[in-house]
């Protein structure tokens, strides 16, 4: 698939952003880390493993830029569920000692090789595929999204994802995933948005859901919209140097759509009376669609 898209482009549209992120800008309680490699290079991840036998494995990718660290308000509910949660350091963190090396699109090609790994070691007998915007384009790719294939990089669909947890995934980009491509979304997937969602002023926040738009009506798609909720929720996730204020309420409304999304469809127990579509409709300030 040839690609025109510019490293700098690419950097805007999937929030590659120059942040300054700290490890300890939560109080949360310390995951494990462990070092695997890949491809010649050390990729740290971090483990968090649940009280009891997990329900499941999550392996989460984080927004451009950012660390795992960033994003306990999410993950750690998800452990408290009963989820196992890995999720990689990759390479275009402002973290990660080798950021430098991995300008433009050689980030995509590090993320799905990250990804290979994990799902090789930890999720051979199934996962769900979730992250944040261009986490959430990682896991929508894991989930059958098509998107631009790197040389090097095998087919990153993975038969082994269940679901797919896309927080603020990016509009369709020229070059590098088109609508089409997001056409062959082929997992249960929860795609979320919020209405000030707005990462440029050419494109609105509707943009965030061409994932969902575009994949064909399965019973399985859902979107879910956040009145006032913005790409960061206040700085709650991705970026704690946001001066606020945290959109908290919100945050744990999408959590707890993304737990309800887990019960209805990682066990293959598609409860019709699930909470999940006990939710549909608008719910101030919350709306739930489903195709």
Same mark, same amino acid.
């Given at each position: ?28 309680? /310390? ?9 010649? *290079?050390?990729?740290?991840? @971090? ?11 999550? +392996? ?12 306990? *308000?999410?993950?750690?509910? @998800?452990?408290? !569920? ?15 000692? *080798? ?6 699109? !050689?980030? @995509? ?8 790994? +994990?799902? $090789? ?17 990682? !896991? ?25 947890? !896309? ?24 795609? &979320? ?5 707005? +990462?440029?002023? /050419? ?22 919209? +956040?009145? $006032? ?9 991705? *970026? ?9 309420? &919100? ?19 598609? &409860?019709? $009376? ?12 919350? &709306?739930?669609?489903?195709?």
């Amino acid at each position: 698939m040839k690609s025109p898209v510019q490293p700098a482009k690419l950097i805007h549209f999937a929030c590659l952003l120059v942040l300054l992120i700290t490890c300890n800008a939560f109080a949360a309680a /310390k995951p494990e880390i462990l070092t695997l490699q890949t491809h010649g *290079r050390d990729v740290q991840i @971090w483990h968090w493993t649940p009280a009891a036998e997990a329900k499941g494995i999550i +392996l989460f990718s984080h927004g451009a830029a950012s660390a795992p660290l960033q994003y306990v *308000r999410i993950i750690e509910p @998800w452990v408290d !569920a009963g989820y196992a949660v890995y999720a990689p350091l990759h390479v275009d963190s402002v973290e990660h000692p *080798r950021t430098s090396e991995f300008q433009g699109l !050689a980030s @995509w090609s590090a993320r799905l090789q990250d990804m290979q790994l +994990l799902a $090789d070691e930890f999720g051979s007998g199934g996962y769900i595929a979730a992250g944040h915007s261009y986490g959430a384009l990682t !896991a929508l790719v894991k989930g059958g999204a098509t998107g631009l294939l790197p040389d090097g990089v095998d087919n990153p669909d993975d038969p082994r994802v269940s679901v797919v947890l !896309a927080f603020s995934p990016p509009a369709a980009i020229p070059g590098f995933i088109e609508k089409a491509g997001y056409a062959t979304l082929s997992k249960p997937a929860l795609i &979320q948005t919020g209405t000030k969602d707005i +990462l440029s002023e /050419k494109m609105s926040w509707e943009t965030h859901l061409d994932a969902w738009h575009a994949a064909p009506a399965s019973g399985d798609r859902y979107a879910l919209v +956040l009145d $006032d909720v913005d790409h960061y929720f206040g700085g709650a996730i991705c *970026r704690s140097d946001l001066p606020g204020p945290m959109q908290l309420e &919100q945050l744990q409304l999408a959590v707890d759509t993304s737990l309800n999304m887990l019960t209805a469809y990682n066990s293959s127990n598609n &409860q019709a $009376d699930s909470a999940l579509n006990k939710s549909l409709g608008e719910h101030p300030p919350m &709306q739930l669609s489903r195709k």
